[in-house]
């Protein structure tokens, strides 16, 4: 590999162990902070581009009510976190044979009030995705303030996962997870690591 993108923060022995054993994985700290701020910046600067987030037939739907903005070139920071995601496929791949092939990804805005209810992301295998990815990119936020990652792991234990900043969780797709309403804006990278070849 000509160039490795994974930050050192990324413990990639700690992530398989915690995949393996529990269908997920938390990686806290996950950049440097003038990384952070200029990815902020960016989801910051284009939320008037966002959109009325979608089920995956394209029909908005009641069970969500987030804003989206699809993740292409022109996002050149928010690139990197997806070139960190394509080098950490291939570590999957080489554990699991999950025959990851390609990395799509949106920024996600929650306002007050909004939510996703309980869902699987891969529901009876009817797409790609292998594994969700959720990075957590405001600035600050508070215990009391909600959109918690709720979150049954594969051993069929119910996890409550804080949206701190910096943070990020990644989970088997197949599992149930909602996000849970919350009270303050909540913004994030939502992304999937997939094996098949064609893009939302």
């Given at each position: 590999?000509?160039?490795?993108f994974l930050?050192?923060?990324?413990n990639v022995?700690?992530?398989?162990?915690d995949?393996?054993?529990h269908?997920?994985a938390?990686?806290?700290?996950?950049y440097?902070q003038?990384?952070?701020?200029?990815l902020?910046e960016?989801c910051i600067?284009?939320?008037n581009r966002?959109?009325?987030?979608?089920?995956?037939?394209?029909i908005?739907?009641?069970?969500?009510?987030?804003h989206?903005l699809?993740i292409?070139?022109?996002?050149?920071?928010a690139?990197?976190?997806i070139?960190?995601?394509?080098?950490?496929?291939q570590?999957?791949n080489?554990?699991?044979y999950?025959?990851?092939?390609?990395?799509?990804?949106?920024?996600?805005?929650?306002n007050?009030?909004?939510?996703?209810a309980?869902?699987?992301?891969?529901?009876?295998q009817?797409n790609?995705r292998?594994?969700?990815?959720v990075?957590?990119?405001?600035?600050?936020?508070q215990?009391n303030?909600?959109?918690?990652l709720?979150?049954?792991?594969?051993n069929?234990q119910?996890?409550?996962?804080?949206p701190?900043p910096?943070?990020?969780?990644?989970?088997?797709?197949?599992?149930?997870?909602?996000?849970i309403?919350?009270k303050?804006?909540?913004?994030s990278?939502?992304a999937w690591l997939r094996?098949?070849n064609h893009?939302?």
């Amino acid at each position: 590999m000509e160039a490795t993108f994974l930050p050192k923060s990324w413990n990639v022995d700690q992530i398989l162990t915690d995949l393996d054993q529990h269908g997920f994985a938390i990686i806290d700290e996950a950049y440097p902070q003038d990384y952070v701020q200029a990815l902020a910046e960016e989801c910051i600067s284009n939320l008037n581009r966002f959109r009325d987030a979608a089920v995956q037939s394209g029909i908005v739907s009641k069970i969500r009510s987030d804003h989206i903005l699809w993740i292409n070139e022109d996002l050149v920071t928010a690139q990197q976190h997806i070139d960190s995601l394509k080098e950490l496929s291939q570590h999957l791949n080489q554990c699991f044979y999950l025959g990851i092939k390609e990395v799509e990804a949106h920024f996600a805005c929650y306002n007050a009030g909004e939510f996703y209810a309980l869902h699987r992301d891969n529901p009876q295998q009817k797409n790609d995705r292998v594994i969700s990815v959720v990075y957590y990119l405001h600035e600050d936020w508070q215990d009391n303030w909600g959109g918690e990652l709720h979150l049954q792991d594969k051993n069929d234990q119910w996890h409550l996962i804080q949206p701190k900043p910096n943070r990020i969780a990644l989970f088997q797709s197949d599992l149930m997870h909602e996000v849970i309403q919350a009270k303050h804006q909540r913004l994030s990278i939502t992304a999937w690591l997939r094996s098949g070849n064609h893009l939302f």
